[in-house]
C-alpha cells in the first residue's frame, strides 16, 4: 500500500489560519545563491570577485484548482493565497507564513504570484486556475542601527514599479517589518507611494 503525501499547508504565523493548498505540486524549487561584485583591474583577463553577502533563499511552485465538479467560482479559493500579498494596515508588512509539505517546512513571505485562468463556465466564471509563487525566505535578526548612523556601507537601490518598502527591508535587511528604517534613510512622506526610478539608500547591517 502506497503512503499518501501529506497534504501542503501555507500557514500565516501572526494569525494562525492555515490555508491548505487544493492540490500539493508536482515539484517545487529551492534558490540560493550569493552576491559577488567584480573588481576590474587592468591588464587582468578575469577580474577578481568579492563576496558581497548572502541572497535569501527563495522558493518557487504552481499550485492547481479546479471548482469546475462543484460550478463554482475557483477565485474563492485564489483570493486566499493572493490576499497574503497584502501588508497589513498598521505594520505594512506582509504576513510571515510557514509552507509546510511532510517533512519539509519554509518560513517565508509571499514575493508574488502570477493567476492564470484557464476554464470558465458559460457565463464567464472561472472554475480553474493555476498560480504561479514566489516565496522569499524570512529570517530574523536584530541590528543596531541609528537614522544617519549606519552599521556597513549603504546600498543605493533604484526603485521598479514592483518594489515595495517590506520587501527592500526583507531583501537587504533581512526583516520586513524594517521598512521603517528605510523610510526615515529617504525622508518618504508616503511609504506605500514609491516614485520608480528614484535612487533609495538601505541602510547597512
Known amino acids: ?83 497574503l500579498l497584502s501588508p497589513a494596515p498598521r505594520s505594512f508588512t506582509p504576513p510571515v507564513l510557514l509552507f509546510v509539505m511532510g517533512r519539509f517546512s519554509f518560513r517565508c513571505v509571499l514575493a508574488q504570484a502570477d493567476q492564470r485562468f484557464t476554464m470558465f463556465l458559460p457565463d464567464g466564471t472561472p472554475v480553474r486556475a493555476r498560480l504561479s509563487v514566489t516565496f522569499r525566505e524570512y529570517t530574523e535578526v536584530e541590528f543596531d542601527t541609528q537614522r544617519g548612523l549606519f552599521a556597513g556601507p549603504p546600498t543605493v537601490h533604484n526603485l521598479t514599479d514592483r518594489d515595495t518598502l517590506p520587501g527592500l527591508a526583507a531583501t537587504y535587511l533581512g526583516d520586513p517589518a524594517r521598512w521603517r528604517e528605510i523610510a526615515e534613510a529617504n525622508d518618504l512622506p508616503d511609504p506605500l507611494r514609491l516614485p520608480p526610478g528614484r535612487p533609495l539608500i538601505i541602510p547597512g547591517r
Request: aromatic letters at 8%; a negative charge.
Open 1 to 83: 500500500m502506497t503512503a499518501q503525501l501529506a497534504k501542503a499547508l501555507i500557514i500565516d504565523t501572526g494569525t494562525g489560519e492555515r490555508i491548505p493548498v487544493m492540490y500539493n505540486p508536482e515539484e517545487y524549487r529551492v534558490e540560493q545563491g550569493n552576491e559577488l561584485a567584480e573588481i576590474g583591474i587592468p591588464g587582468l583577463a578575469a577580474s577578481p570577485v568579492q563576496y558581497v553577502r548572502g541572497r535569501a533563499r527563495t522558493l518557487t511552485m504552481d499550485l492547481f484548482f479546479d471548482t469546475y465538479e462543484q460550478a463554482a467560482d475557483v477565485r474563492a479559493h485564489t483570493r486566499r493565497l493572493t490576499a
